[in-house]
């Protein structure tokens, strides 16, 4: 069984940077699709940013897009989103999410993980 542990959250200042990883486990990491997603308080789950399994494609969010980089590690089994001029809008709950199909819509991945709260202030 698959299993995804993300660590890297916290609080930081608007325009502040934060480095998320997902550390996966139980199947073949190169096999997989894997995303970010993100969920606010009162909102529904929003896609963030998904790669490929060879990390040749990448999607973004327009709302994150030139902010925000995700990659993956093959080697150490692990994705990162590095999130650079953060704003008090991307507060919210971060999961890395895992799938043999991907995209940027969340029934297209079979894998979760519990999340990792982001807290940008003003």
């Known amino acids: 069984q698959v299993q995804l542990v993300e660590s890297g959250g916290g609080l930081v200042q608007a325009g502040g940077s934060l480095r998320l990883s997902c550390v996966f486990s139980g199947r073949t990491f190169s096999s997989y699709v894997m995303g970010w997603f993100r969920q606010a308080p009162g909102k529904e789950r929003e896609f963030v940013a998904t790669i490929s399994w060879s990390g040749h494609s990448r999607d973004y969010a327009d709302s994150v897009k030139g902010r925000f980089t995700i990659s993956r590690d093959n080697d150490r089994n692990t994705m990162f989103l590095q999130m650079n001029s953060l704003k008090p809008e991307d507060t919210a709950v971060y999961y890395c999410?895992?799938?043999?199909?991907?995209?940027?819509?969340?029934?297209?991945?079979?894998?979760w993980g519990q999340g990792t709260q982001v807290t940008v202030s003003s």
């Open positions: 999410a895992a799938g043999l199909r991907g995209s940027d819509r969340d029934y297209r991945y079979d894998y």
